[in-house]
């Protein structure tokens, strides 16, 4: 794929992407104010978490692996053979589920035991309605993890990338609908409609590239039988993390109250750069990967890898400096009321600050663990996942005590980065050189451009602050937007000065995007004339 439809495929996958969090944001608003903090809200709210446990790792995962044995299997067999694996996994996929589903139906009330043992009485008998109500979800949620997979494998890219929007559309209707009429089991209904509608919206897609379903199952297949093989190390390396988080949290439950909740606000905040914008080019790029290791092409790889992580050094590092610099504003404006008060921001921003430090570890680590799942090598990821985890308590118990609940953060920073040294390492023994004069031309310049611009953005905001000393939410707001677009305007000026490649591709799409823009009001005039 060339650099140009990179830029473009990012952007639509960007731009869905904040449109999706946006309504995301307004769908858990509109459940707080419609529901409260009330018995129906926390049933709900468990409900959901059991059939999200049962299948979400499970659909991580076949959506990882799915792409580069499907690009492998049509390199190796053609597109015919393609569709084959394509729809044994779908089946595969739908008769797991049922026996999932059913057996779910009969075990809810043990289910819910274990994952609510505080629950009595009729929080006990709603949840257990409502995790039977939501069991389908599974189904849904699996077959949108493949058919994402297969779309993109076909670098058609648009369509996953907006089967948010009408998920959280569909629940915000059925938030406020049954807020009046159904009850909470409204929004049960609903959230299994809102589920499904990510498959319709996949529908145009699949037409698109001529999918055609077959009720098979070809236990023999080769493309089936290798996923089963590449699936089982990112299981366990999902595990190991999850041990990872358990242990952070029972650390936080002994320090100062609030240690546990910052530390979660302040992961929410810093994986927002990683959610948007780092997911656009691992998706984009993660078929191009498997593309050039199933031709053997490993120059082609190398070069794909190389333009993967200058993307990521370009937008990932002035958005750590600007989490840096402007963190306790950016806190304050977003979560400071009700509950939320001063101490909880100044906690949450301490958060931040070391939590910011391993974004680019972490971005780096997003874009190399999809060239080895391209090498169709998950083992490698794995273990070295395990090993950052392992490196990540032993830093927790040890950074804990000097830095509270920042020790913690720290900790997570150092290991992601730790991590993301050895898989460069290791890829190198494989692969020979891997350009690192390029990466490392690109981290300079980005880094002095970014180092500006934090000079700049703070003498700006505490400017701003000496002029404006106590001011309201809209009018922080506004001071806060307007320094950002000061911080960008400066970072594209340092960036233009240092001649990096990946700004002018920025500044040629949106362009096109202004210039088709414009012809279609002009041609709308026109008609409009005549």
């Not at 297969?150 to 990338?161: K, M, S």
């Not at 059925?174 to 049960?188: E, H, K, L, M, Q």
């Not at 905001?461 to 001071?479: D, Q, R, S």
Request: positive net charge; hydrophobic residues 55%.
């Amino acid at each position: 794929m060339k650099k140009e439809q990179l830029f473009k495929a990012a952007g639509i996958i960007t731009a869905a992407s904040i449109i999706s969090k946006v309504l995301g944001f307004f769908r858990e608003t509109a459940l707080a104010g419609v529901f409260g903090a009330t018995t129906a809200t926390d049933a709900y709210l468990v409900a959901t978490i059991i059939p999200w446990m049962l299948f979400s790792v499970i659909s991580t995962a076949l959506s990882t692996t799915l792409i580069p044995v499907y690009t492998r299997r049509v390199h190796e067999a053609g597109d015919e053979a393609g569709l084959r694996f394509i729809n044994t996994l779908v089946n595969f996929i739908l008769v797991i589920c049922l026996i999932m589903i059913i057996a779910g139906v009969f075990a809810a009330p043990w289910i819910v035991k274990i994952v609510a043992p505080g629950f009595r009485g009729e929080a006990v008998d709603l949840t257990i309605f409502l995790t039977r109500l939501l069991l389908p979800m599974m189904v849904f949620h699996a077959l949108t993890a493949v058919f994402t997979g297969y779309l993109q494998a076909v670098e058609r890219f648009t369509w996953p990338a907006l089967v948010g929007i009408p998920f959280n559309v569909v629940m915000i209707i059925a938030i406020i609908i049954s807020g009046v009429s159904f009850g909470i089991a409204g929004v049960a209904v609903g959230s299994v409609l809102a589920t499904a509608c990510q498959m319709v919206v996949m529908l145009p897609g699949l037409i698109r590239v001529k999918y055609r379903y077959q009720p098979l199952i070809d236990w023999k297949d080769p493309g089936f039988r290798q996923v089963g093989k590449l699936i089982v190390p990112i299981l366990l390396a999902t595990g190991a993390g999850q041990l990872g988080i358990i242990v952070n949290r029972m650390l936080a439950s002994g320090l100062a109250e609030g240690s546990i909740s910052a530390l979660n606000f302040g992961t929410r905040l810093t994986q927002l750069p990683l959610g948007i914008f780092i997911m656009a080019v691992t998706t984009v790029l993660y078929p191009t990967f498997s593309q050039m290791a199933a031709q053997r092409d490993m120059h082609g790889l190398r070069r794909a890898m190389i333009a993967g992580v200058r993307s990521s050094i370009f937008l990932i590092i002035p958005m750590a400096v600007g989490l840096i610099v402007l963190r306790e504003p950016i806190v304050r404006v977003l979560f400071e009321r009700g509950a939320f008060d001063a101490k909880a921001t100044d906690m949450t921003a301490y958060a931040v600050l070391f939590l910011s430090l391993g974004l680019l570890p972490m971005a780096l680590r997003e874009v190399i663990s999809r060239v080895y799942f391209a090498l169709q090598d998950t083992v490698t990821p794995m273990m070295l996942g395990i090993v950052a985890v392992v490196v990540n308590i032993v830093l927790n118990f040890v950074l804990v005590r000097p830095f509270a609940h920042g020790g913690l953060a720290l900790a997570t920073s150092i290991a992601s980065l730790i991590a993301v040294i050895i898989l460069f390492w290791v890829l190198r023994r494989r692969l020979g050189s891997l350009g690192g004069m390029e990466m490392w031309d690109s981290l300079w310049r980005v880094s002095l451009a970014s180092g500006v611009m934090y000079v700049g953005v703070d003498l700006l905001w505490k400017t701003l602050v000496m002029i404006y000393p106590n001011p309201g939410f809209f009018l922080e707001a506004g001071l806060l937007t307007a320094v950002i677009c000061a911080g960008v305007a400066i970072y594209a000026v340092g960036a233009y000065i240092l001649g990096l490649p990946e700004l002018k591709l920025c500044i040629d799409y949106a362009g096109k995007i202004l210039r088709r823009l414009f012809s279609r009001r002009s041609e709308v005039a026109g008609h409009d004339i005549g």
